[in-house]
Every structure is written in C-alpha cells, then in structure tokens.
C-alpha cells in the first residue's frame, strides 16, 4: 500500500517488539533492489545494531527463553532470506493497497506526495 497506492520510497520496514527487532522489509516492498540503493548503511552493520539493540531487549529474560527465541531468529531470518521479489510479484495487490491515501485533507495530502 505505502509503495503502490502512496507512492512511498521504503528505505526499511522493521518488525519491533518487546522481544526485539527484525529488518522485515523484503516481505512488504516490491522494489527492494531500489529500497538497498537508498539506504546509506552497509546492511552488515545494520543487521549488527538490530542484533545488539534486540540483546539488549532479551539480557533480562531467562537464558532457555532467550535460546528459544534466538531458534526463532533463526527461522525468521532463513524466511526472510528465501522471500523472494518474485513471491510479492506474484500476489496481486488489492484494491486497497492500489489507492493513495483516504485520510487526511487534500492540501495535506499533496504536501506529502499522496494524491491520486
């Protein structure tokens, strides 16, 4: 919806939550090559400083639930890797996710770039 019907420029969509911080933006852009050239962070580093901040979040928790959710990680991360642009492409978008946005007033609306 925010590429397609706003006409946003995704630079990252991140999954946040008590228990951590996941970079889920191969899942919601269908220019990812695009979303890649306009980030200006080497993604190593990137996926380092979520690792920390998510160490962070969990050094509190007990160390099996810790290991539990690192095996999810994991997981997360192999999806993440195997979600291919071609997954997205495949899906039709809806009607929803066509339209600019509803809310807001026009001259809002157009100072954001959001318009139809």
């Known amino acids: 919806m925010y590429e397609s019907g706003w006409g946003k420029?995704?630079?990252f969509v991140i999954s946040l939550?008590?228990?951590?911080?996941t970079d889920v933006t191969p899942r919601y852009s269908r220019q990812l090559d695009q979303v890649m050239e306009r980030r200006?962070?080497?993604?190593a580093t990137f996926a380092q400083v979520l690792k920390r901040w998510t160490k962070?979040?969990?050094k509190s928790l007990p160390q099996d639930y810790?290991?539990?959710?690192?095996?999810?990680?994991q997981d997360e991360e192999k999806e993440l890797v195997n979600f291919s642009k071609e997954?997205?492409?495949?899906?039709?978008?809806k009607?929803?996710?066509?339209?600019?946005r509803q809310s807001g007033s026009?001259?809002?609306?157009?100072a954001r770039g959001e318009h139809e």
């Open 95 to 100: 009607e929803q996710e066509k339209k600019g």
């Open 40 to 43: 200006n962070i080497d993604e």
């Open 56 to 58: 962070e979040c969990r």
């Open 17 to 21: 939550h008590e228990m951590g911080f």
């Open 9 to 11: 420029k995704l630079n």
């Open 66 to 73: 810790r290991q539990e959710l690192l095996l999810r990680d």
């Open 87 to 93: 997954t997205l492409e495949c899906r039709e978008l």
């Open 106 to 110: 026009l001259l809002w609306r157009q």
